[in-house]
């Protein structure tokens, strides 16, 4: 058998060759000197089928390691088998000529040591095996070693708090035509699909040359596909069988504790601590070195590293979770009907901070209205946006648009404010004087949520025909629109680390009315029908569930975030209904139901035991789907407000978690409900106005409201409300005209109230 280049291929690779090395295979340098201190040669090893090619490319460089210009001369130790040209061309046989080969001829099966040399300096050798053509390659698992942990339940655990992590040998063999050849082709290179599973090393035998064999060591919890290659044929090419995997142990549950025991913290504002994660596998192994994905539930007031670290900047509360989250951790365990889970920490850790003043901070918050669009607009009224700070409140220079707003919001972490109006959404630029971008002219209706990075924002227009959420998701450039065909959306909420949105819908023409919709990047938008109408969404502080706020028929109701079965399983908490809801520090809950208020409890049960299902999904290959936890509630006896039933303009939650605070538009007067003792008192409003809107601030110090009287002519008189929470009293009040609110070219200003606040 002969083998030729065609002369236009051999005219290509001889002047790359040229190009490269200049005549003697090196590359230009403006080094002064050309004594060579070293030559080197890539590859460092070949694997040639008879009569197959290869190019050889040598550096050499200066003892001051410099590359170098040189010419070099080839030497081949068993030229009959292996040959190569003037110029670094390799031929698993015989050239017809040295200086400008065109056929290379086979003329044995064995091996040479191909060297380059210059001014009396030669390159280590580089070793060419000539076979024949491989068309198949095999790896085989080979039996465990005694003494080293392996293989257990169908996965390898990494390293643990009490053994090294656990391999696997595997032996790889090549095949011509029926014949192993695996002697003859020389080391094969291995590969993994996710080298974040498992670490690989190449074995030798006793003389220190490769067998053949390596070593795969568990890394990180996931799977990943294993090859072996040599002379261009792959393990993974032509297997009837499926491919080898290696499975790295998944995490099936995580606890959480403080560096110094428990999983409580309270501290002086500015205190910070470290939580320490046991993360245990599916052998039941507590493994190390996990990637964990922190987060916060009031980023406001906590923030967390990527190593367990906390660091508080505002006196408050908040609740500290770990997950073991795909693409990161968990790697690759997807299948076709079950996506990417992430596992959460069974229990948060719940830290306050209280204040090292009671001063009031008076931080900086913003006034709208949707006054411009009560009644015909009049000569294109504008909107202005009013920043107001100080204690007392005064007002800052003011800002405007000419679009008409119908919600304001800024981000969990108080950074990023955006406008929902009926002609797009708006980005707020927060610089004196305020100002706003249009991100978008397609992204119509009102905010429900903004996610905890502050770019992705759930928008729902009830207005236009059809309805539809749209998604905006800002994370990517451009960014991208997701609208969905959903009537008539209430309300919706990201989970913490922001990989779900819960959505709920009440569409009186549908069968059934009232729906969950489960938006997520990593999978299509579910559609669960639900047995009652879902008022509000909050999610848990371990990030575990979502709970949906419902009627006094059927109480509040909760989906695992993990769980992607056909159809979901929505649980009953067995009570607690609420319009409104708010997450608790830990795992626990607040419902809103005027004239009640519930607080709820929850354990969240482990999901089998150890060796089954990891907790909190279903996660293949180890199990069936299944294993979700469900948790057990605790639901305390309901307080009541003392104010009969009303629909609510505002619920908020201090950042410790101990006072809720209400608005009703029938009580001049803030509401205050101790937790706790499940008892209300109110905070009168000077002037009795009517509320409108209300705001907490960040320190948990003070709360704003917004309301007005209407003068003998019917112009509404409103005012800006200072509550500090420390007195009880309504310490300072800003006066505000609908001028202040709305301008017009010319004719009369509109009746606008200040119902719009957003505090960072």
Not at 45 to 69: H, I, Q, R, W, Y
Not at 214 to 224: H, M, V
Not at 737 to 759: H, Y
């Amino acid at each position: 058998m002969r083998r030729w280049f065609s002369v236009p291929s051999l005219f290509i690779v001889l002047i790359s060759i040229a190009t490269l090395s200049g005549c003697g295979g090196s590359s230009t340098s403006s080094s002064p000197t050309t004594v060579p201190g070293s030559i080197s040669v890539s590859p460092t090893v070949a694997s040639l089928d008879l009569g197959g090619t290869t190019v050889l490319t040598p550096t050499a460089k200066n003892f001051a390691g410099n590359p170098v210009t040189l010419t070099f001369s080839w030497k081949s130790s068993n030229p009959d088998i292996v040959s190569v040209s003037t110029n670094g061309l390799v031929c698993a046989g015989k050239w017809d000529s040295l200086v400008v080969p065109i056929v290379c001829t086979p003329s044995g099966i064995g091996s040479a040591q191909i060297t380059a040399s210059a001014s009396g300096i030669s390159s280590p050798p580089v070793t060419v095996y000539v076979h024949p053509h491989v068309d198949h390659v095999t790896i085989t698992a080979q039996p465990p070693t005694p003494g080293v942990p392996g293989l257990v339940n169908g996965c390898y655990s990494t390293t643990s708090t009490t053994q090294v992590a656990a391999s696997q040998t595997y032996q790889a063999q090549a095949f011509s035509n029926g014949s192993d050849v695996s002697a003859l082709v020389g080391p094969f290179s291995w590969n993994t699909a996710f080298p974040q599973v498992a670490t690989v090393k190449q074995l030798t035998g006793p003389n220190g040359v490769q067998n053949g064999m390596a070593e795969f060591t568990a890394k990180t919890p996931g799977a990943t596909e294993i090859s072996a290659s040599i002379s261009g044929t792959n393990s993974s090419v032509g297997q009837t069988s499926p491919l080898q995997t290696f499975t790295t142990c998944p995490v099936q549950m995580i606890t959480l504790a403080l560096s110094s025991g428990g999983t409580t913290f309270t501290g002086a504002k500015g205190a910070g601590f470290t939580v320490l994660p046991t993360v245990t596998d599916s052998n039941g192994q507590v493994i190390t070195g996990v990637p964990l994905t922190w987060t916060s539930t009031q980023p406001k007031v906590a923030a967390v590293t990527t190593n367990g670290g906390v660091s508080n900047t505002n006196p408050g509360g908040a609740s500290i979770t770990a997950a073991c989250t795909p693409p990161t951790c968990n790697i690759n365990l997807a299948t076709s009907s079950v996506p990417l889970q992430a596992v959460y920490a069974t229990d948060p850790i719940t830290a306050t901070w209280t204040p090292s003043s009671t001063t009031i901070a008076a931080p900086t918050l913003f006034l709208s209205t949707t006054g411009c669009g009560l009644s015909t607009p009049i000569q294109n009224c504008a909107t202005a946006i009013v920043p107001v700070s100080g204690s007392p409140p005064a007002f800052g220079a003011t800002g405007s648009t000419t679009n008409i707003p119908n919600s304001f919001a800024f981000d969990p972490k108080g950074t990023t404010a955006y406008m929902g109006t009926a002609n797009g959404l708006l980005q707020l630029n927060a610089a004196s004087p305020p100002s706003t971008t249009v991100l978008s002219s397609a992204v119509k209706g009102r905010i429900l949520a903004v996610a905890p990075d502050g770019k992705r924002v759930i928008v729902a227009d009830t207005q236009d025909t059809p309805n539809q959420v749209f998604v905006y998701d800002g994370t990517v450039a451009p960014a991208a629109i997701r609208p969905f065909l959903i009537t008539s959306a209430t309300a919706a909420s990201f989970s913490a680390d922001g990989l779900k949105a819960f959505i709920v819908a009440h569409d009186p023409a549908a069968s059934p009315p009232d729906r969950l919709y489960v938006y997520s990047n990593q999978m299509p938008l579910q559609t669960i029908p639900l047995g009652a109408q879902a008022f509000d969404v909050a999610f848990a502080g371990n990030g575990m569930f979502g709970f949906l706020a419902g009627g006094s028929a059927g109480g509040s109701s909760y989906l695992p975030v993990c769980d992607n079965s056909s159809p979901p399983g929505v649980g009953a908490v067995g009570g607690a209904p609420g319009t409104l809801i708010r997450q608790l520090p830990g795992n626990n809950f607040l419902t809103l139901s005027p004239p009640n208020v519930f607080t709820v409890g929850f354990t969240a049960n482990a999901a089998g035991p150890i060796g089954g299902p990891p907790v909190g999904c279903p996660q293949p290959p180890l199990g069936p789907p299944g294993g979700l936890f469900s948790p057990t509630f605790n639901i305390a006896a309901p307080g009541n407000l003392g104010q009969g039933t009303f629909t609510p303009l505002a619920f908020d939650v201090s950042p410790d978690g101990q006072k809720a605070y209400v608005l009703a538009p029938n009580v001049a007067s803030l509401i205050v409900y101790d937790i706790a003792s499940r008892s209300s008192t109110t905070i009168p409003l000077v002037g009795n106005p009517v509320p409108l809107a209300g705001a907490l601030s960040p320190d948990g110090l003070s709360y704003y409201v917004t309301g007005f009287v209407n003068d003998a002519n019917g112009v509404p008189q409103s005012s800006l409300h200072q509550i500090n929470l420390t007195t009880n009293v309504d310490a300072a009040q800003l006066a505000i005209t609908p001028q202040n609110l709305c301008g017009v070219n010319n004719g009369n200003v509109p009746a606008c109230k200040p119902d719009l606040i957003a505090m960072p």
